[in-house]
């Protein structure tokens, strides 16, 4: 352990030794550390509140007040049977203890009464621990699954100093407020509704707005790149995923696939059970699996794993990814070495199967729409593919006021043997792929043994206004889907040649994306981004119809805006466009309408006077057309005083 995860891991133990001491009948699972603090799961018939939690840390400080030492002591797997029982703990704690497999040492970890099954590491007195909270109360399964019993989940943060602490507290005050599901409820972005199904997110008319403006803003600039647009189904057949290798080996995270209705009534005739019917969904048939072992130059597909042609059943796959479909659009056609790259790119839909306690507003779902690319390269473009990928991201994040990412560079594990491909092929790609990094000119790490089997890979990580990080999308080159479609090329020597391919989706998803950038802004977008740009406030009767003629003017010129003709008093209506964020509010009253001005109310710079309302206009569309942030007025103005 890390001395952070040290001292997070000792602040859980005296966690569950105070919450002991406070209800002797808890029950408890686990309580290891996580990035950004621990938490214990325990089993309580009380349902804790908040008030609970107060009490529990005021008898964690009386813990960490007593100056326990952590001591080790290490035991036979029957002697940490019989502590475990003494304790009354076995519940939870046998079956953890289970999971440590033999031949590996077991310990527990004493401070004061309490006594925990535990690897370690800890600090070395309970006195360490000073700066610490309790954060949270959720719920989570047992081993993270469904079936078993939901126990509570308390959360904490513990730093080494007071001062990390606060900081860190404030970070998390700052980031409820941005929490996309209350700003995107608040600002009527998204919705997902129970009869639709969980982790399904409907985008209502607001947050398509913005959606639509960032596809069209990556759009262009993947035009600008030479990029070709596709379109492509959102089911495939299931012989395609076996090509690819998607299926069944990740069928855990995959919905379960479509039988065809004929097909069905005839299993239903033949009295064919779920389990042969998931047999024969996920059998190859000889001739497949003698394919894809000739391409690949193994046993890939094991003989147990085909069944003879009329035991096997088609069906489909709601698709977990683009790149088959991609793929076969390239296999389409014969290609020279003279049109690579090609670069095929789709706001693709996919479908992954996420625990239901996993999902999380729109950064987990079940149903998503990536940004994703596929590029089809000879060996010698790669270098080159990867710069351009990346210039793509940093343009894109720039634009977006997050320029503060980092990155991170999947290498292979030298150690392991469980990579496709050449390895001269991998050392040029890994090289290109640490070169193509230091061209962004930012910090970077190399982890080896985080490539994909399949190639090495490049991964962003977003710093958001308030310090948080963000894990995006990746690069990855890729030789092993080439292999098993058979892709190719014809060389400058006329012989058939195999492609590498680039797979990047640099943003993840459009959902997951729109998530993040809902609380980078706090909901407050910048003018091009914004659902309504600006809002027509006129103070009374008299000027709506000066309200109507500029809304007219507005909407003419591109611009999203809306008039305010509620009979609500002025301040309210000015109150109402700041709780919706509108960029900009336009007071109208009847000294502006004789000299064709507004009263300008900037969201970010406060009030601005009154202007003529020709260059307002102007001075909107050009903030759109360059796709500007707001300058926060906190921000002081170049050339003021
Ligand atoms: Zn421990
Ligand atoms: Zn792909």
């Not at 189904?233 to 299931?238: A, D, M, N, R, S």
Request: aromatic fraction near 8%.
């Amino acid at each position: 352990m890390t001395p952070l995860e040290e001292l997070r891991h000792s602040a859980s133990h005296i966690l569950a030794t105070a919450l002991l001491r406070l209800y002797p009948d808890a029950k408890l699972d686990i309580g290891p550390p996580t990035d950004t603090g621990f938490y214990y799961d325990i089993d309580l018939d009380h349902k804790l509140t908040m008030e609970d939690l107060a009490r529990i840390e005021a008898e964690m400080r009386k813990v960490a007040e007593e100056n326990q030492p952590f001591l080790r002591k290490e035991v036979s797997r029957e002697e940490a049977a019989a502590i475990i029982r003494s304790r009354g703990q076995e519940r939870y704690k046998l079956g953890r203890l289970a999971d440590i497999p033999e031949g590996e040492k077991i310990s527990f970890y004493q401070n004061g009464e309490f006594m925990d099954l535990c690897a370690g590491t800890h600090l070395r007195y309970s006195s360490k621990v000073k700066a610490f909270r309790l954060l949270s109360i959720a719920g989570a399964y047992h081993r993270g699954d469904e079936k078993n019993k939901q126990l509570q989940r308390i959360y904490g943060t513990a730093f080494p100093t007071k001062e990390e602490l606060a900081r860190y507290l404030q970070q998390v005050e700052q980031a409820k407020h941005r929490d996309h599901r209350k700003v995107g409820r608040d600002l009527r972005l998204f919705v997902i509704d129970e009869d639709v199904g969980q982790g399904l997110i409907l985008w209502t008319p607001n947050g398509s707005i913005i959606r639509q403006e960032l596809q069209n803003f990556i759009g262009e600039e993947l035009r600008k790149q030479g990029y070709s647009q596709v379109f492509t189904p959102h089911i495939g057949k299931l012989d395609l995923y076996k090509i690819s290798g998607h299926f069944p080996y990740y069928k855990e995270s995959q919905f379960t696939p479509v039988v065809e209705n004929q097909a069905l009534a005839g299993l239903l005739t033949e009295g064919c059970s779920c389990a042969d019917m998931v047999a024969r969904l996920e059998a190859f048939s000889s001739h497949m699996a003698a394919q894809i072992n000739a391409r690949t130059g193994r046993e890939t597909i094991t003989p147990d794993r085909v069944k003879p042609d009329p035991l096997l059943l088609e069906g489909f796959m709601l698709k977990p990814m683009n790149c088959p479909h991609h793929i076969k659009i390239y296999a389409s056609q014969p290609h020279s070495y003279r049109d690579l790259p090609v670069r095929l790119a789709e706001f693709g839909t996919v479908y992954r199967w996420e625990q239901s306690g996993e999902l999380n507003g729109m950064t987990r779902v079940r149903g998503f729409t990536q940004d994703d690319a596929h590029l089809f390269c000879t060996e010698d473009q790669v270098a080159q593919e990867l710069l351009g990928c990346l210039a793509l991201v940093k343009i894109i994040l720039t634009t977006l006021g997050m320029s503060d990412y980092r990155v991170r560079v999947g290498l292979r594990d030298p150690d392991s043997n469980k990579y496709t491909g050449l390895k001269e092929n991998w050392d040029k790609a890994e090289a290109a792929c640490r070169e193509a990094v230091k061209t962004l000119g930012g910090a970077y790490t190399e982890e080896p043994g985080e490539a994909a089997f399949y190639g090495p890979k490049i991964d962003f990580v977003v710093k958001d206004v308030i310090g948080r990080e963000w894990q995006l999308g990746t690069v990855q080159v890729d030789y092993n889907l080439p292999i098993r479609f058979d892709l190719s090329y014809s060389g400058a020597d006329n012989l058939p040649h195999r492609p590498v391919m680039i797979h990047r989706a640099p943003f993840g998803s459009m959902e997951r994306f729109c998530g993040v950038l809902i609380e980078h802004f706090g909901g407050d977008f910048p003018v091009w981004l914004s659902p309504e740009q600006v809002r027509l406030i006129p103070i009374s009767e008299k000027t709506i119809d000066y309200g109507r003629e500029l809304l007219g003017l507005l909407k003419a010129a591109g611009v999203r805006a809306s008039l305010d003709e509620h009979n609500d008093k002025l301040g309210a209506k000015i109150r109402r466009a700041e709780m919706e964020k509108v960029p900009y509010a336009l007071v109208l009253g009847a000294k502006e309408a004789e000299a064709r001005s507004v009263s300008v109310r900037s969201r970010a710079r406060g009030d601005e006077g009154v202007v003529p309302f020709d260059p307002f206009l102007a001075r909107v569309q050009e903030e759109v057309r360059l796709r500007a942030l707001s300058e926060r007025k906190s921000r002081p103005e170049p050339g003021a005083a």
